[in-house]
Every structure is written in structure tokens, then in C-alpha cells.
């Protein structure tokens, strides 16, 4: 089964789900406990009959979801299918998807040499290192807790900022976060490669990324 590109996924017209990082997210806002609970057992009872099993999350008031097909590294029919099916199972519960408080984190280390410095930070993390081609090379934690970190190749000339952000957000959620982070005191540094990401920085120059999926196809 193949991947499907951001593009098919949004043309899928899922309400109330966003792509992010290799898999389609949503927010169950479900109130309380017992409503969430419920909601996961016939979540959990729809994955089984489908055999296909999503990654679930269960808070106080809501229910993380994420979908994606292991197998192939990317989200495939069978994740919209069962996000259709996620959407019934909340409407017949009474509640709602949503995705504009979802978002993935990413580190980005900057550094002349990552080779040097990768396997201490595998080691200090306990995760697994990956490589090839869509992946460079990064840090990730297949129990998905642990942000994935990747490396940004720079100059050694200081000073320079080693470590930066890189947060992950539906395209319809990066112009209330720059408005937000510029009434914040913050300044965009670059629109360049927009869609794709915009670089802010804090009050100090501290800089961080919002990314989407956006023109990575």
C-alpha cells in the first residue's frame, strides 16, 4: 500500500483532522473521563475489526489520536478510512474532532559536525537512530514520548544558537501563532521558504520554526 502526499490527504476533506509529520492527528473533546473512556473502547473495538490500530491518548477531558500505517512509514487509505470511522464513533458519542491545539515538536541541533555528536545524544536518550533516504539523519523514540531530534548542519562561527524548535502545526494555525508571537514580542525572522516553514525568533534571538505540510511533496 502506498503513502498518500499531503495534498491527497487534504483533498480527503477529513473535518477535524490535520497531517502532521507522517500522520493524521485530531483532538476528541470529550468533557470528562468516562465519556473519553467509552469513546476509546469503541475506537479500540472499530481498530480490531479493521486491524488496524491507531496511537491513542487518553486525558481527563480529550482523546489524542494519531493515525498511521507502520508498515509503509506514512499515512495510506486504510489511516482515512479508519479517521471516517473515528469521526462516526464521535458523533454518535456527542463530541467533537479538532485539530487547532494539535501540534508535533522536533529538536533541531545546529552543528559543523553531527557525526561527533550524534551517538552522545543517542545515548543520553535511549533512542533509535535512523537514516536514509526523507530522513538525513535523526534521533527518534519508536515509543513516539520522546520529541524526534534531527541535525542541522551550520558554520562553527559563534555565537550561534545550537538547539531550535520546530513545531508542527495545521496550515490554518501558523497566522494566529505569528500574530500571537509578534504581539508576544517576538519578530519573524525569514518567510522564505513559506509554506514550508517560517523562523521566529524571541525577544533574546532565540529562534524557532513552525512548519506544515506544505510544498514537501
Avoid at 491527497?8 to 483532522?17: K, P, R, T
Avoid at 541535525?151 to 538547539?163: D, H, L, M, T, V
Avoid at 524548535?165 to 513559506?194: K, M
Amino acid at each position: 500500500m502506498t503513502t498518500l502526499t499531503g495534498r491527497q490527504i487534504a483533498d480527503e476533506g477529513l473535518d477535524g483532522w490535520t497531517y502532521l509529520l507522517g500522520g493524521l492527528q485530531t483532538r476528541i473533546a470529550t468533557g470528562n473521563f468516562a465519556t473519553g473512556l467509552a469513546v476509546v473502547d469503541a475506537i479500540g473495538a472499530e481498530a480490531e475489526r479493521m486491524d488496524h490500530h491507531p496511537d491513542l491518548d487518553l486525558r481527563y477531558t480529550h482523546v489524542d489520536v494519531r493515525l498511521w500505517s507502520h508498515d509503509v512509514g506514512g499515512v495510506t487509505a486504510r489511516d482515512v478510512r479508519l479517521a471516517r470511522a473515528i469521526a462516526t464513533i464521535a458523533a454518535d458519542a456527542g463530541v467533537t474532532l479538532g485539530h487547532t491545539s494539535v501540534a508535533r515538536l522536533e529538536l533541531a541541533l545546529d552543528t559543523p559536525d553531527f557525526a561527533a555528536v550524534l551517538p552522545f545524544w543517542q545515548a543520553v536518550l535511549a533512542v533509535a537512530h535512523r537514516s536514509g533516504p526523507g530522513l538525513g539523519d535523526e534521533l527518534r523514540d519508536l515509543a513516539g514520548t520522546l520529541p524526534t531530534v534531527w541535525f542541522q548542519e551550520s558554520g562553527s562561527a559563534e555565537p550561534r544558537q545550537r538547539w531550535h524548535p520546530d513545531v508542527w502545526v495545521d496550515p490554518a494555525e501558523v497566522p494566529p501563532r505569528i500574530e500571537a508571537a509578534l504581539a508576544a514580542g517576538g519578530t519573524l525572522v525569514s518567510d522564505e521558504n513559506a509554506p514550508r516553514f517560517w523562523v521566529l525568533a524571541d525577544p533574546d534571538g532565540n529562534s524557532v520554526c513552525l512548519c506544515t505540510w506544505q510544498e514537501r511533496d
